[in-house]
């Protein structure tokens, strides 16, 4: 009942820049929670960053000062700003939202937009 449509992945050079965007799209009654994850070849997924649907952010301690995620509630959209990047920075980066539907709340996922940032 959601889709979730990311852009703005890519190879990068160390210290360079990257938006990624995310549009929820169907039948949603609401949205909290919106966030990003990431994982790389052999590692777990991780939490990168999270904003409630009031605005407040949180980070992982990884990205602090350098990510910066944003939404449009009334888009239904998510962005990550990243800054600074750096090579264990490189992995898939996920979208992630809370949804109410006609079903209830679920978790949905994005395909995920692939991030490499060369040394």
């Known amino acids: 009942q959601v889709q979730l449509v990311e852009s703005g992945g890519g190879l990068v050079q160390a210290g360079g820049s990257l938006r990624l965007s995310c549009a929820a799209s169907g039948s949603i009654f609401s949205i909290s929670v919106m966030a990003w994850y990431r994982q790389a070849p052999g590692k777990q997924r991780e939490l990168v960053a999270a904003?409630?649907?009031?605005?407040?952010?949180s980070y992982a301690d990884s990205v602090k000062g350098r990510f910066t995620i944003t939404r449009d509630n009334a888009k239904n959209t998510v962005a990550l700003q990243m800054n600074s990047l750096k090579p264990e920075d490189t992995a898939v980066y996920l979208c992630?939202?809370?949804?109410?539907?006609?079903?209830?709340?679920?978790?949905?996922w994005g395909q995920g937009t692939q991030v490499t940032v060369s040394s």
């Open positions: 904003v409630s649907n009031g605005g407040t952010p």
């Open positions: 992630n939202v809370q949804a109410k539907t006609v079903v209830g709340w679920n978790d949905y």
